[in-house]
């Protein structure tokens, strides 16, 4: 199970912004200094799935290449869930991510990031619901909305105040007050925070929690002004404050524990690959990554953005 939430900040897991998720990471594997594969969400998606770097998108675009990690489920049987609060189209993930996912999901029901986020909720647990009652095997991949576009409930409980989530991008100077604006971001991931709790609580009350790997984790963070240089939201630079992103890994069987060596987007795949379908191919044949429990080896980074590489 991948809960995914679009332009969440490493340092926005808090108890009082996501509490649930907090909760959650109590039994779970926090990796402290996870960093993306990109800046904004068509790289960061992409190097989560794929472990290659992100300037191999147009081959797989073009082509049609589906990433190894999912065919490699699919040829064991696993049932492939695919619940996106966003349009698949845009950036097309169709094309190449999902592009072997039967019955794909092109576009979830709603007028609002909101209502789209509780329909994603729901339908991963009726998805989830299904298999363990058909005795499948399954990889729910589910990725939430509404903090990317600052939204939450108009008569939500503020956590966080003052709160802007209607400000003009526009209009933002490096003498602009961040404080509202980050704010309405962490309002909307609290409400967002509040929908997980329910996917977590399906998982448990389905009795999966012995044989089920959870990773909650995004595509990319956010700037706000960090460096006094006017750099607002996401895909203009390679700062920690857009590619350092929380990366919480549940994996029955393990302790919980505080891992504080440097990890990347890369290095799923390949732990995924090694320990659930017990892949011998050195990792070096589908991944630039190593495996999430290995320390050490990636003093260098590549990340990606949709028209630059950065080293």
Sequence with gaps: LIIGIDDVRYDEVTNKAAPNISNFAQSATTFNRHYSGGNCTQPGLFT?????PANYWANTYTNGIPPVLLTSLQSKGYKLGIFVSASLVQPPFYRNIFASVPNLIMQTPGNSPLIRDKNITAETNAFMTKS????KPFLAFMFYDSVHDYAYPADKKLVFKPSDPGFSRSLLTANSDPTPIKNAHKNALHYVDGL????LAKVKALKIMDNTVIIVTTDHGESFDDYH?????????FTAA???IPYIMYWPGKKP???NYRTTHFDVVPTLLQNILGVKN???DYSIGKSLWS?????VMLMGSYSDMAV
């Excluded at 989560?48 to 290659?52: A, D, H, P, V």
């Excluded at 997980?196 to 996917?199: E, F, R, T, Y």
């Excluded at 320390?295 to 003093?299: N, V, Y």
């Design 295 to 299: 320390q050490g080896g990636r003093d």
């Design 132 to 135: 363990v009652h058909d005795k």
């Design 282 to 284: 050195p990792i070096a």
């Design 229 to 237: 240089k006017n750099y607002w939201g996401h895909s203009s630079n």
């Design 242 to 244: 857009q590619t350092h």
């Design 48 to 52: 989560l799935f794929y472990g290659i």
């Design 257 to 259: 524990q505080q891992i």
């Design 196 to 199: 997980i709790a329910q996917v």
